[in-house]
């Protein structure tokens, strides 16, 4: 069973950072595209960014592109999100999420089916 276990979102002002962690078990991690995805009040769910299942390639927000760097450690089967200089607009639940089939890119057209229960992160202007 896949679990996915997201930490490290918090309160933080405009221009501050934060990193995120997702641990996953239950499945060989290094085998699998990752994405992050967030969620602000009344809006969509929306990609924010995705790696490769080989770390080879990332992928990126338009919004948040130059600010947010994803990364992952196959040793430690966690994904991350770097976040800097951020914004009150970046205000969201942070998902992390996977797909089904191995072997995946990671990019914007990636299909989640596995996700974690979200952490919250609030920018203060």
């Known amino acids: 069973q896949v679990q996915l276990v997201e930490s490290g979102g918090g309160l933080v002002q405009a221009g501050g950072s934060l990193r995120l962690s997702c641990a996953a078990s239950g499945r060989t991690f290094s085998r699998y595209g990752m994405g992050w995805f967030r969620q602000a009040p009344g809006k969509e769910r929306e990609f924010v960014a995705g790696i490769r299942w080989n770390g080879g390639n990332t992928y990126y927000a338009d919004s948040v592109k130059g600010r947010f760097t994803i990364s992952r450690d196959d040793a430690k089967n966690t994904l991350y999100l770097q976040m800097n200089s951020l914004k009150p607009e970046d205000t969201a639940v942070y998902y992390c999420?996977?797909?089904?089939?191995?072997?995946?890119?990671?990019?914007?057209?990636?299909?989640?089916?596995?996700w974690g229960q979200g952490t919250q992160v609030t920018v203060s202007s």
């Open positions: 999420a996977t797909e089904q089939i191995p072997y995946g890119s990671g990019s914007a057209l990636m299909r989640p089916v596995y």
